[in-house]
């Protein structure tokens, strides 16, 4: 599971990392994603859901932590890409050239 803590990050840096790592991530693999609770650090993890494809992640857990310094905490699960199909077995366009 890929893992980014937010906290004391310079955000804009922050969410092109994410969306980068994102779209390299293997269908089922995990990222973690930790902010703070002031209402910066929790913006950031709405703008976060909003930067990456809807349909290509499943939203595992949201959770706040309490303690002497909660965290807000969001899995994301990436989906299989609806447009990628296997094509081992289907016929190529170029065998009918």
Do not use: H, W
């Not at 991530?25 to 994603?33: A, D, F, R």
Request: glycine share 4%; net charge negative.
């Amino acid at each position: 599971m890929v893992s980014f803590d937010l906290r004391e990050t310079l955000f804009p840096f922050s969410m092109l990392q994410i969306s980068n790592l994102f779209r390299e991530m293997e269908p089922g693999e995990e990222m973690e994603i930790l902010a703070g609770t002031d209402p910066t650090e929790t913006s950031i993890l709405n703008d976060v859901l909003l930067i990456l494809p809807n349909a290509q992640y499943d939203l595992i857990s949201r959770e706040t932590t309490k303690s002497d310094s909660p965290v807000t905490r969001l899995r994301l699960r990436k989906k299989k890409d609806a447009n990628s199909q296997p094509t081992k077995g289907k016929p190529s366009c170029l065998t009918s050239i």
